[in-house]
């Protein structure tokens, strides 16, 4: 099948990539001409893993190509995915739509057969309806139908959840246009991974409740992590408690410094948003968003403490600043609010993160930068492990407590235990929920 993908973003470019590895002939279309120059010469813009690799066998195989003219793939498409950005809007937190509804328009003015628009952009509640009537707006004799597909990506295992997924969701009013989608994901039906059909709301829906419900689970964990730092209990061994009950479940139950990315933060504002305006607030969501910032700030404090009140003059070595380990987005990343706030408050601030530099180095100015977390920590007063990056769970403790100023750890991700940090040589541990 011909697949015509817009946007090569994070979801748009996994997709079309995917799709490609499926045996389909896909197109991927953005405005951006050194985007597309790099993805032909086959670089990509984002770390994900095993992505490059899959992209440069399928784009060999001519299954997969990169271009910005649109006239050019439109009527060869059996389908249309707009996977173009929808962040959330200044002021009053709600998605915008501007290019998902640019990108329709662009469509309605090219197409000249009857097409499938897939919109797989997280979008709010009613913007496939209102997409489908832009688009038989501005081309009245359009055969056409619009289709809900949101993804389901984790950042940093983005292509085993596209190949394995726990379900695909399809927002669908017309058979026609089902059993299209049904035929571009046959290969997962085949292999007996769900593929369910729902109306328009519900898929849209789907996308914003799943994600708010994962980040409420996050946030609930850190509050009862603060709740043992003052009654005593150990957070990691609760979590292990709650997550063997087959009705909880042992995923997002860990503690740490606040939730980040492109989708929580993003999608659970957008939520609350779409409540509010419908005459429904979900309180639940409303309380969420205000925990998670306060977490971040409770984190500041653990580390204000163990720098005696004050980090004036204190050198701080950060290890991991993207929002979780296996990428390189740092969007709501808590090292955002973090690491500000010390260089605010008069620290020297050094950072080591295996894939935080190319963003980072935007976002987190007067800071040094380091190529090895033991670099990093030298002559520091503090270490504080915030991304839990595989490679940093093997570190010499003892070499770094004996290469720093004063040996003190605040571990953010639970990483390490006190036992094994003072063992080590280190003079204060603070954890989080212990």
Not at 59 to 69: C, D, G
Request: aromatic residues 6%.
């Amino acid at each position: 099948m011909n697949i015509c993908i817009i946007g090569t973003g994070y979801v748009g470019l996994v997709s079309g990539v995917c799709f490609s590895d499926f045996g389909h002939n896909v197109s991927c279309v953005d405005l951006d001409q050194k985007k597309i120059d790099d993805l032909n010469q086959g670089l990509i813009p984002i770390f994900e893993p095993g992505l490059e690799q899959l992209l440069k066998r399928n784009f060999k195989e001519n299954r997969l190509s990169f271009t910005t003219n649109l006239d050019s793939v439109v009527n060869t498409a059996d389908v249309i995915f707009i996977a173009v950005g929808t962040p959330a809007r200044r002021g009053d937190g709600h998605a915008d739509i501007e290019y998902v509804v640019e990108a329709a328009k662009q469509i309605a003015r090219k197409i000249t057969k009857y097409i499938v628009i897939v919109i797989k952009s997280t979008v709010p509640v009613g913007t496939n309806r209102l997409i489908h009537k832009i688009i038989a707006e501005e081309n009245p004799v359009l055969d056409f139908d619009v289709v809900s597909n949101p993804e389901f990506l984790r950042e940093g295992a983005a292509i085993d959840d596209f190949m394995r997924p726990d379900r695909v969701i399809i927002g669908v009013e017309s058979k026609k246009a089902e059993d299209i989608l049904r035929e571009i994901y046959l290969p997962l039906s085949l292999k007996n991974f769900p593929v369910i059909a729902t109306d328009l709301e519900s898929a849209e829906l789907i996308k914003y409740a799943s994600n708010a419900f994962l980040a409420t689970k996050i946030t609930f964990m850190n509050e009862i992590a603060a709740l043992c730092e003052k009654v005593g209990g150990n957070i990691s061994e609760i979590a292990n408690g709650m997550g063997l009950d087959r009705r909880i479940g042992n995923q997002f139950l860990r503690a740490g410094p606040g939730y980040g990315g492109s989708c929580f933060p993003k999608d659970t504002l957008a939520l609350a948003k779409i409540g509010l305006d419908a005459g429904s607030p979900i309180s639940i969501i409303e309380t969420v968003i205000k925990a998670n910032a306060e977490t971040k700030i409770r984190m500041l404090r653990k580390l204000k403490a163990l720098c005696d009140n004050s980090f004036r003059g204190k050198k701080i070595a950060i290890l991991g600043v993207t929002f979780k380990p296996e990428t390189d987005d740092m969007r709501e990343a808590p090292s955002l609010t973090i690491v500000p706030a010390l260089l605010s408050e008069g620290a020297n601030v050094s950072i080591y993160c295996p894939q935080g530099f190319k963003e980072g180095k935007e976002l987190l100015g007067n800071v040094e930068w380091c190529n090895e977390p033991y670099n990093a920590v030298q002559n520091s007063n503090l270490m504080v492990i915030l991304t839990e990056w595989n490679e940093l769970r093997s570190l010499d403790l003892q070499k770094l407590a004996l290469s720093m100023e004063t040996p003190k750890l605040a571990d953010l991700r639970n990483i390490y235990s006190r036992a094994l940090a003072l063992q080590a040589g280190f003079e204060s541990y603070d954890g989080v929920g212990k």
